[in-house]
């Protein structure tokens, strides 16, 4: 497997340039890798775009330039890039605000071969959650003692498909897809853009029972340049990047894998089998908060909302929040609940969640340690004046 890299480029020249001198700079552990640079067409920095990918130098393969006459937008550009995985088998789409690791394509290659013939895979990842999506709270997903885990959301920030993954998509989504609030999926993801071609991937996802395999270390980090949907620099989403060459042990798909839905909760099947008590109820997880009860489907819900009458309880004390109901931690005090769905009230406890995740001190003891940070640099200062 030789994917061909496709670089998605549009107004940002300098952003080009950074990826570029980072993809120059990656170990390639195959000859001939062919590089695509695609330029959609409109921008105002166009010209300085076509200069810059004109004049790189591609020592690794072939080089080829796509300039777009027209304005295609963020969706249909990125769909081009993908329909390209038909000319070259397949391909790594990075977007110009992209930085990837020395390893990324060493990666790139051997997932993509280990799992070109499990039809359950739709895509590979090269990017790394550390922050949830939907929250911006931490996020921390469960190890195995494999390198990778399985998500039913997309990824955009540094991207593989193999043929067949594109193809299977691209059937799915010509028929003329839409997303809707009746989907149910996360509401910020109905509310993007109809630029967002991400928001009918992860659709396709759900709606096909299909995930993307997705790595514990970062091979590409998204810098998120200020562009068409940023108006300044953003940096919420960088993943640490995997510096040294690591051989990949990638995770088999079975029913019982480390699988997390669109809305980042863990796949209750895991669950169950690792917490015996589990195992009897079919349930649905939603610890963080995002899910409407009327978009559950399982008798059994399994959440941080308010129950009134809870046939399990877990605290809140070991972190990531599953790590409580894995090891069936038991405590006097408990935030999370296993009841029947018509017994929870959907409340707002996104402040309760965040105090979980971001005040590991007592209010009391943080201000103490800042007035002594703020004392000890005074006097630091003193000494110096005198």
Request: charged share 20%; with cysteine; hydrophobic share 40%.
């Amino acid at each position: 497997m030789k994917p061909a890299i496709v670089i998605a480029t549009y107004n940002r020249p300098a952003s080009l340039l950074r990826l570029l001198s980072s993809v120059e700079n990656a170990i390639y552990n195959v000859q001939d890798v062919p590089l695509v640079i695609s330029i959609d067409g409109g921008g105002t920095n166009n010209q300085e775009t076509c200069r810059i990918a004109e004049d790189f130098d591609w020592s690794f393969g072939s080089k080829r330039i796509i300039k777009h006459d027209q304005n295609l937008g963020l969706r249909n550009h990125i769909l081009s890039c993908g329909d390209l995985s038909e000319v070259y088998g397949a391909v790594i789409v990075l977007e110009d605000d992209i930085y990837v690791s020395p390893n990324f394509y060493k990666y790139a290659c051997s997932a993509a071969e280990y799992y070109k013939n499990d039809e359950k895979i739709a895509q590979i990842s090269l990017y790394s959650f550390n922050i949830h999506i939907h929250t911006l709270l931490p996020f921390v997903p469960l190890k195995s003692e494999y390198d990778t885990f399985f998500m039913q959301y997309g990824c955009s920030w540094g991207q593989c498909w193999t043929k067949s993954q594109w193809s299977d998509f691209r059937q799915w989504y010509n028929i003329g897809q839409e997303v809707s609030k009746s989907d149910k999926l996360p509401s910020n993801i109905v509310s993007w853009p109809e630029s967002s071609w991400l928001k009918y991937f992860t659709k396709y996802l759900m709606v096909s029972d299909k995930v993307s395999v997705y790595p514990y270390w970062g091979y590409a980090t998204n810098i998120n340049d200020a562009g068409v949907h940023n108006r300044a620099d953003q940096f919420t989403y960088q993943c640490q990047l995997a510096t040294q060459s690591i051989d990949s042990n990638f995770a088999p798909y079975h029913n019982e894998s480390i699988k997390y839905d669109a809305y980042f909760e863990l796949n209750a099947t895991y669950i169950k089998a690792l917490n015996k008590d589990l195992a009897k109820f079919e349930f649905e997880v939603d610890l963080y908060g995002q899910k409407l009860l009327d978009g559950v489907k399982a008798e059994y819900f399994l959440s941080t909302f308010e129950c009134s009458s809870p046939l399990l309880k877990f605290p809140m004390i070991l972190k990531p929040l599953e790590q409580n109901i894995l090891l069936n931690i038991q405590h006097n005090q408990n935030n999370i609940f296993l009841g029947k769905k018509e017994a929870f009230a959907v409340k707002d406890n996104r402040t309760r969640i965040w105090v979980y995740y971001t005040l590991p001190l007592s209010i009391g003891k943080a201000i103490k340690q800042l007035i002594q940070r703020i004392w000890k640099s005074l006097a630091y200062y003193a000494k110096r004046i005198m």
